[in-house]
């Protein structure tokens, strides 16, 4: 095992590569050693009532971010394709919509939230 310090765009990385035997390529694993840059304060959040899980089609994030802005309201009626909620992602707004049409039944996230892919965000009936 050996142990590198690289730097790929100002970020420093420790990095321990393993050789596998006579002329096998090495495997290297990298962890961040300085945390990211702080983001910019999110929007203030609007008061949304939480009735959370009360719809039967789930609204789920597709990627790991913030909640950055919750565009709709429980009783609000939406179309297929509109957007839900706006999730921040390595630095891009990116909406969330909605599967199908419907109307929100319940957001379970608020302004400001870490989610992780898969989320649940909002259901609708």
Do not use: C, F, H
Request: hydrophobic share 50%; net charge neutral.
């Amino acid at each position: 095992m050996k142990n590198y310090t690289i730097t790929v765009n100002g970020n420093v990385y420790d990095v321990t590569v393993e050789e596998k035997g006579a002329g096998a390529a090495p495997a290297a694993a990298a962890a961040p050693k300085a945390p990211a840059a702080p983001k910019a304060p999110a929007p203030a959040p609007a008061a949304a009532p939480k009735a959370a899980g009360a719809g039967r089609i789930q609204v789920k994030a597709g990627a790991a971010g913030k909640v950055y802005q919750i565009p709709t309201a429980v009783g609000q009626s939406v179309q297929a394709g509109d957007t839900v909620v706006i999730i921040e992602a390595m630095k891009m707004e990116i909406p969330v919509v909605a599967p199908e049409a419907g109307t929100i039944a319940s957001i379970d996230v608020a302004v400001g939230d870490a989610i992780e892919a898969g989320a649940v965000l909002a259901t609708l009936n």
